[in-house]
């Protein structure tokens, strides 16, 4: 988006071996993560307002064709007033509070109330003046209209006139998984399995839908609240870097933040696994506080994340188990065949034991999700744009009980199960109609 004062930015995160004031001491300098003043990830948006290349770094080929395609109407380059004429203004339906809670170099964040039901959501203004190019924030858009699942953040609408673009999402207020390192220097174990599990989720639901992030780290994951992890939901933003990738697709761009960055994408040869192998680095992060490689330049770290090894040395190592070892050994595998996937990953054994166990669905939460209209494809983002956010939610929190397998979908086969298990005193008759009630002729299969 913007220009910046150096092609060859340094490492957004600690070196290994350096401690959390020198990664404070980071964010005061011109190539720090982000800076201090800006709170756009807190505010729950997508994307950022400052300088790419202060949190993330990409080098792209001219011909380069591989980003996710953006709809061309997003911006025209020649808006007028009279192209807006009749069009909703975001004013008409949100009450915007004029005092931002962040700010950068594109634009700002608010707060905001939706008129009809009073929920309190978020919108970012982006000045259409100070952007080099507003497709990008398009791709991004159009990514995020297709995505409905619970550990993503949801793009309600969008808005535009002649000087701004406007992206209402849910409001996350509990800051991202990097503002928690940097405050208690490491996560608990319970605390980043907790993550864990929605983070894998997340990146489950993500290649399902044929789409590689690309960018993920700590930064990129914001808690909905201002609760204790444990108790928390974990959100997926910016899709900025994000591609389009059909099962067995090779691509060849090398694009992400380079400490996160998986050997093969160096290597300009990779496919969706390179989102596995980020995921191994942010537990690492999440347990230490470090980043696995050191290095201060993209070449730097290139050769260390490509040649080395990575290693437990240090004192917070030696309260972690061999759990979280093994997890972290197996995503950062360099050899892509034996590298988990996201739903192995989700099923391994330091996952499932080591967060709080959820509660067992109750009767009155079945009788609620069957009683009001259900999570389906493409189902979920109309009714929350019309919901109250706490409907919204109780759908959410209900679908994540059921949904055992940490595939983010339901089959009616597994729902029986889950049902029966619930309801066991229930006429069989009841369940029967309870299941056809949800079943929307989408080939037995529920999504979030």
Known sequence: MGACASDDPPADFLEAGEDMDSLEASQATGWSRRPSTDT?????????????????????????????????????????????????????????DVDPIGEGSYGSVHKCKYIQTGSVRAVKKIRKGLVDDIKELGQEMETLKMMSHPNVIMLLETFQDTENMSLVTELCEGGDLFEQVVASGHLSESQAASAMQQIFHATSYVHECNIIHRDLKPDNFLLLTTDPIEQNTVKLVDFGLSCRSELGAVHTEVVGTPH??????????????????????????????RTPFGGHYPEDIR???????????????????????????RLMEKDTERRLTSEEASRHDWVVTMPPRRSHVEQEDLSKATGQDWPKKA??????????EAQTQQLRETFDKLDRSGRSALHLQDL???????????????????????DAGISGAFVS
């Open 260 to 289: 996160y960055m998986a050997p093969e994408v160096f290597n300009r040869q990779y496919d969706r696994r390179c989102d596995l192998w980020s995921c191994g680095v942010v537990l690492y992060v999440l347990l230490s506080g």
């Open 40 to 96: 756009t990830f807190t505010a729950g948006m997508v994307g950022i307002l400052e300088c790419p290349n202060a949190v993330r770094w990409c080098r792209r080929t001219s011909n380069s064709t591989e980003s996710t395609a953006a709809c061309e109407s997003v911006y025209s380059g020649s808006d007028t007033d009279s192209e807006y004429d009749g069009q909703l203004a975001l004013e008409d339906l949100y009450d915007v």
């Open 303 to 329: 050769r260390r994340v490509c040649h080395d090894h990575y290693s437990f040395r240090g004192n917070v190592w030696e309260k972690v188990s061999d759990g979280a070892r093994d997890l972290i050994g």
């Open 379 to 388: 189902v979920l983002p109309a009714s929350a744009w019309n919901s109250d």
């Open 416 to 438: 029986s199960v889950v049902l029966n298990e619930a309801a066991s005193n229930a006429p069989a008759e009841d369940l029967d109609a309870s299941l056809r009630k949800l």
